[in-house]
């Protein structure tokens, strides 16, 4: 027998979205541990260690664009009335430069393998079980133009990653302020579970 929801639950997110939202969110901390902790591993661990990121940024570009192709379908709950514009206009600005740089990012770090001299003779296999393609077209470059693209990719590939920092603290700061200085019940509408 299923509960009546209370009638001042929150209006929540479906629970694809909360699942995809999680799932996500995991896959990307894992990855800025793996990438921002490299430098710690034996020699030896460091390829795998990299490939293993490879892997969970492809994962992620997966799950975005299964989150979006749902969130098309199912609009999302509509924001709480107490919400000023300001806050608004800052939440959706916020969420849109999320989703931008989860596609960014795994894009620009794929474009940055496909133009790495060596990626010939390193075949890149998601989790080390299925074989991954690189990007024909950059792989068919010459030497030096690869190079230059290598270390473009690259640059762009880091500095999404610290504006991904920025927006990620905003986007906590918000939902913690929305839910212990406001009394929103906001954290009740992407955690997982019961409503109440």
Do not use: C, E, V
């Given at each position: 027998m299923h509960a009546t929801p209370s009638p001042n639950a929150p209006p929540r997110y479906t629970r694809t979205a909360i699942v995809l939202h999680w799932l996500i969110a995991i896959?990307?901390?894992?990855?800025v541990a793996l990438i921002l902790t490299v430098d710690f591993y034996p020699e030896d661990w460091v390829r795998p260690v990299v490939d293993t990121h490879k892997s969970f940024g492809i994962t992620v570009l997966g799950l975005v664009i299964l989150r979006l192709l749902w969130r098309w379908g199912h609009r999302p709950p509509a924001m709480p009335p107490t919400f000023s514009r300001t806050e608004r206009a800052a939440a959706h600005a916020v969420h849109g430069g999320l989703y931008l740089l989860m596609f960014l990012l795994p894009l620009s770090g794929w474009m940055h393998d496909s133009a790495w001299k060596d990626a010939a003779t390193h075949p890149m296999e998601l989790f080390g079980l299925v074989p991954w393609p690189r990007i024909g077209w950059?792989?068919?470059?010459?030497?030096?133009?690869k190079e230059t693209l290598h270390d473009l990719?690259?640059?762009v590939h880091e500095w999404a990653g610290y504006v991904l920092y920025g927006l990620f603290a905003l986007h906590v700061i918000g939902a913690l302020k929305h839910q212990f200085w406001d009394g929103e019940r906001e954290l009740q509408r992407m955690w997982p579970g019961s409503s109440r």
């Open positions: 896959a990307m901390a894992i990855n950059i792989m068919s470059l010459d030497p030096a133009t990719f690259g640059a």
